[in-house]
């Protein structure tokens, strides 16, 4: 991806590029939003079909245990290695020209998912997928930020962001369900293509190219820590239950990834234009939005892994009915997010991240109780309850995270929140995978309800983080720059996203 000049969108007279005082008014503003949802709703779509498809994928390709949660885990691993980098590739390169790749490697990973005929070249193929995807959601984040530059705009345009995620949860189950039960576990991949196709045609149609103003360099070495430190630390828990805790492999992922966090802190720290600007973690808000979105995307990613192999290896239901059991928690999703833009426009972040981990942590503990028949009730109550967390949740995050950056770097701070929820979902695959299925004794289907406990326990963990982080991280004195601005000039003030 050679940079070239910013340049509009065929029948768009108007460009976005920064360097050229305020930004102009998109007369396909509400067009370019719609775009931007639509590769969130595949991203969130691939996301909540694979999960169901594990116990399929297991059976067809004699998946172990590892090997499914490698499946989820090898996506969420490349995709927050690259999120960062990604960000920056696209204020530099262009935006829409990123955008436009992603979804190209996208399609090509979601193909060459379907024709895999073992585990490691699912695994591989995963990881082509990721490639793409991380040049997606932070990317349409930016765009969105930089077209929407009303702050009650912007608020709205993130509440309508949040609603898709839970219209991709709604369908996700059922749709899923539907395609393994009839065509098999390939087409929940293969339907990815069609909506890829028709986000390159409205791209190209509507989308108008931009960049930053000035864009920073690129960071190969803080970009090779950020790759290590995220897959050494994935691969440890994931196999230290199969290899033991205490064996030379995992207890040397643990020390490179301890080495790599603190020398890519010292590296970035120490660098002009970093990959990772730690400075932006000086604001209490933006801190507490990464710390929100790790531990609400490890309970979700954590959620839907054991949820699927609960209902359909112990209690066998089919891939269709799976996914309308667990609709209830799609439809409060649906229900809460734009519920939770309007009260971030309004009242800001507190209340709606508040609500958010009070029902993440209320559907852990109600599962702490599971078992091998548990009523049927029970269960829908407690997918309600994380269903209006989680709609609650991705609003707050987003515009706390956003709030006080330097429009010039929307892009890379909203990958810094992208990878957030990317660690954050590669953690609860990993840790509450391995805690649960290490702990089964005898027969899957009557060990795993009890071994889920602790799974299931720490998920509440995370609710609870997510409501005290929302107490002290959202208030009005938690609110304070996150990065020094670049100096103003006569002909170009600062600009900051309000």
Known sequence: MAGSMSQAAPGDADSDSEGDGPPPHHRHKWPILGICCISLFMVGLDT??????????????????????????????VLAGLLMLSGSMADRFGRR????????????????????????????????????GAMLNPVAVSIIANTFTDPKERARAIGLWGAVAGVSIALGPVVGGALVDSTGWQAVFWVNLP?????????????????????????????????????????????????????????????????AAATLIRYELRRAEPLLDVRF??????????????????ALAGFLFLNALYLQDVRDFSPLHTGLLTLPM??????????????????????????AGAGTAGCGLLLTQVGADTPIWYLVIAYVAFGIGFGMLDAPLTYSAVSGMPRSQAGVAAAVTSTGRQVGAALGVAVLGSVSTARVHGPFAS????????????????????????????????????????????????????
């Open 48 to 77: 909540t079909i694979v999960n169901l498809a594990l116990p399929s994928i297991q059976k067809d390709l004699d998946a172990s245990s590892s090997g499914l949660q490698w499946t989820v885990d090898s996506y969420t691993v």
């Open 97 to 132: 020209r990123t955008f436009q790749t992603g979804l190209l490697l996208f399609s090509l990973g979601s193909l060459l998912c379907g024709l895999a005929t073992d585990t490691g070249s699912l695994i591989a193929f995963r990881m082509v997928q990721a490639m793409g």
């Open 195 to 259: 909506v890829a196709a028709l986000a390159l045609v409205l791209t190209a149609l509507f989308v108008p190219e931009s960049k930053a103003p000035r864009p920073r360099r690129l960071d190969p070495v803080g970009q090779l820590l950020v790759i290590v430190l995220f897959a050494t630390l994935t691969y440890g828990i994931i196999e230290g239950p199969v290899r033991g805790w205490g064996s030379a492999q995992i207890v040397g992922c643990f020390t490179v990834a301890a080495i």
């Open 281 to 298: 973690f000086r604001s209490p808000s933006f801190s507490g939005a990464i710390a929100s979105a790790v531990c609400g995307f490890a």
């Open 330 to 355: 799609a439809a409060m999703t649906l229900v809460s997010s734009p519920l939770a833009g309007r009260i971030v426009g309004a009242r800001g972040p507190r209340i709606p991240m508040v609500i």
């Open 447 to 498: 060990g795993f309800p009890e071994a889920s406990h602790l799974g299931w326990a720490i998920m509440a963990g995370c609710g609870l983080a997510i409501v005290t982080l929302g107490l002290l991280t959202t208030g009005p004195r938690a609110r304070g720059p996150a990065a020094p601005s670049p100096e103003p000039t006569a002909d170009r003030p600062t600009e900051r996203v309000p």
